[in-house]
């Protein structure tokens, strides 16, 4: 399939219609069976995508509680039957339907569809919590700024099992080369889009990440502090890192005469990821932060003719598997690590320092406000329930009435007809 530039889609102004029939029972049957897809007509993007999902632990764990998801049953049905090895009562074709984009039968991008997906689970089951706004100030430690300008991300943005699984924060410093000023902004994200060098036949995902992160000057900048129009030198680190870290290799690229061309070049990425460069805590000080590669989607072939594959690990186990839509074959990690890789899926380690930049990134006030903000979560997942079983019930009741209407017309018009019989007689 085509790979495309990475724009995020909207969802529909009805996500929970369109979820009720997508979402159900995800993962919460334990085996070690792996199961294919069945390519529906340029499907591998989505296939390939569900693999990587099904695969991850936090979503298992989060949709193993069935009263969860309610109104998110087509996409856990399928990811149950993939586990069950129920392929084929899977409905591919709905879920295509996350946007409009994919419901035919054209080449996609499995980076667009994944961050159609991961929205539109987000939409269905977001709250809202009373968090404390972002204030500004130099005396407010670092740390602080971090913590509340999250909570007020949350407040705004809503927060879910796909914010607290695959978002994290970066801070931006930038300093003013006249006056010396530091201005911080935090901005939330989703993947990490390293570029690929294109005059290299070989780079390695830490350059790749540097080049990312490194810094850059920014010109004709107005700065607050000295009231002029400056150069300023921007850098950034990551305040709060994700459980689950997205990092999209941008293969596609498009050149000045509107020509996109593919990057063959090898990105050699490791199994074992270290962040912590990258990683600021409060004081300003390096945490530890490694991740473990748990899957890996491939694009083979050209821009123009291309296929998507999903590589992942089997849980509990150092075993890879490799899935072309319905055929499913053991692999190296030699094949994992190929120049065809495309989204590195790595999940987060139990081990990073809980006053630093840990999984959760956030401070004992931010955790306080998520749990009483999970609490009530449950309680409006609770309460979507009941609003679901009450429209089930009140369409019943519409169906009576319309018999009953209908049945009254009936007698009517037999009246009516023994009526008529009898004036004729």
């Known amino acids: 399939d085509e790979g495309s530039e990475i724009t995020q889609k909207s969802p529909s102004c009805n996500p929970l219609d369109r979820l009720r029939g997508m979402f159900g029972s995800i993962f919460t049957k334990k085996t070690s069976q792996s199961f294919g ?3 529906i ?7 390939a995508t569900l693999q990587c999902l099904r695969s991850t632990e936090e979503l298992k764990d989060f949709f193993s509680d069935r009263s969860r998801f309610i109104f998110l049953n087509e996409f856990g049905t399928a990811m149950n039957s993939m586990w069950e090895g129920r392929t084929r009562e899977i409905k591919l074709d709905r879920l295509k339907s996350v946007a409009a984009q994919f419901h035919g039968t054209s080449q996609e991008d ?30 407010r430690a670092l740390a602080t700024q971090a913590d509340e300008c999250w909570l007020d991300y949350l407040s705004s943005h809503g927060n879910s099992i796909v914010v607290d699984t695959f978002e994290g924060h970066i801070q931006t410093h930038l300093r003013c080369q006249q006056c010396n000023a530091v201005s911080k902004r935090f901005d939330p994200f989703a993947s990490i889009a390293t570029p690929i060098p294109n005059t290299k036949t070989e780079e390695s995902l ?3 990440i540097k080049q990312f992160m490194s810094k850059e000057s920014i010109e004709n900048w107005g700065c607050q502090a000295c009231k002029n129009t400056v150069t300023v030198e921007r850098s950034i680190s990551i305040s709060k890192v ?10 596609f690229h498009q050149d000045t005469s509107g020509k996109r061309h593919k990057i063959e070049t090898f990105v050699n990425f490791p199994f074992e990821l270290d962040i912590s460069e990258h990683c600021q805590s409060g004081d300003g000080s390096q945490r530890r932060c490694v991740y473990d590669l748990f899957a890996v989607i491939h694009h083979l072939g050209t821009i123009s003719s291309g296929h998507y594959i999903a590589c992942c690990k089997d849980r509990g186990s150092d075993r890879w598997q490799r899935y072309d839509d319905e055929r499913v074959t053991a692999c ?16 987060a380690r139990d081990e990073p320092n809980r006053d630093g930049p840990n999984r959760d990134g956030v401070s004992t006030l931010s955790k306080s406000v998520q749990s009483e903000e999970s609490s009530l979560s449950d309680q409006n997942l609770q309460i979507r329930q009941l609003r679901a079983e009450l429209d089930t019930k009140n369409l019943c009741i519409e169906q009576l009435q319309q018999l009953l209407e ?10 009516n007809n023994c009526t008529g019989s009898k004036t004729e007689n």
């Open 37 to 39: 897809l069945p390519n």
């Open 206 to 208: 830490h350059n790749c």
């Open 41 to 47: 007509g340029n499907s591998c993007y989505m296939n």
């Open 332 to 347: 190296s990690k030699d094949d994992v690590v190929a120049s065809s890789a495309y989204v590195l899926f790595y999940h």
């Open 110 to 139: 499995c980076q667009e569809y994944l961050t159609a997906v991961l929205e539109m689970v987000h939409t269905a089951l977001k709250s809202h919590p009373n968090c404390i706004s972002c204030a500004s100030g130099d005396s």
């Open 242 to 251: 994700p459980k689950v870290l997205l990092i999209h290799l941008k293969r």
């Open 406 to 415: 209908e049945r009254d017309k009936e007698i009517e018009s037999f009246k």
